[in-house]
């Protein structure tokens, strides 16, 4: 089945720096890779995905790069605020629909 | 407005009891997930389904199950609870035929003592 590993585990940044978290996969089946969320005592919440046809994907602040070939995609935040403080989550989706989640970045932003 | 809901919130309960956790959406998804969330292992699939009648197992189905009987619900059921099992769980709904969204209910904190 898939596999998908998360980093780094932690990540701390001054407020206006920029975060990148990275993941890989190993299903090359996988076409569809959401970024997710989740603020304390949440539930995890889209904020960016991209398919496996196309390389990038931007949102204000908020871009996914995707490499194919090499099986990995990132998120990147830029300008990064206190409320971008929370757990991140990269996912992969096959046409099967249920997504292989990784073990999560804890983003801390400090003002 | 469309959404996903889950009951109850909070739950303690003894060893060796079955629980029964719910999962009712309202957006007409076909399909169904159940996640659980521990430290350190993100969210985990324990069943899903693609529709009515359809049930599967994910890679942590083992003292868990599910059925599905209509396309809003999709309960989940603890035969015989164990520590192990003292968790936090996410249902989730998304559109067929899946590379799409998925949407989260609150989520439920399980005790098991």
């Known amino acids: 089945g898939e596999n998908v590993e998360q980093h780094p585990s932690t990540l701390s940044v001054q407020e206006g720096d920029s975060a990148v978290i990275k993941c890989t996969y190993s299903?090359?089946?996988?076409?569809?890779f959401p970024w997710y969320k989740q603020e304390l005592g949440k539930r995890p919440q889209l904020i960016i995905d991209i398919r496996s046809n196309v390389g990038e994907k931007k949102d204000q602040r908020i871009a996914v790069t995707l490499n194919k070939t090499a099986k990995h995609f990132s998120l990147h935040i830029t300008e990064t605020q206190p409320e971008d403080s929370a757990v991140y989550f990269c996912?992969?989706?096959?046409?099967?629909?249920?997504?292989?989640f990784g073990d999560g970045t804890t983003l801390t932003v400090k003002p | 407005d469309a959404e996903i809901t889950q009951s109850p919130r909070h739950k303690i309960t003894e060893t060796g009891r079955q629980v029964t956790l719910a999962c009712h959406q309202t957006w007409n998804h076909n399909n169904m997930f159940w996640y659980r969330q521990d430290l350190g292992h993100g969210l985990r699939l324990i069943h899903y389904?693609?529709?009515?009648?359809?049930?599967n197992k994910g890679e942590v189905s083992d003292g868990y199950s599910v059925s599905r009987s209509n396309t809003e619900d999709l309960p989940l059921t603890l035969e015989s609870a164990a520590s192990s099992q003292t968790s936090v769980y996410f249902c989730a709904s998304s559109e067929s035929p899946g590379n799409t969204e998925a949407f989260f209910g609150q989520g439920t904190r399980l005790t098991v003592v």
């Open positions: 389904s693609y529709g009515v009648q359809d049930t």
């Open positions: 299903d090359s089946a996988s076409n569809y």
């Open positions: 996912a992969a989706n096959t046409n099967a629909g249920k997504s292989t």
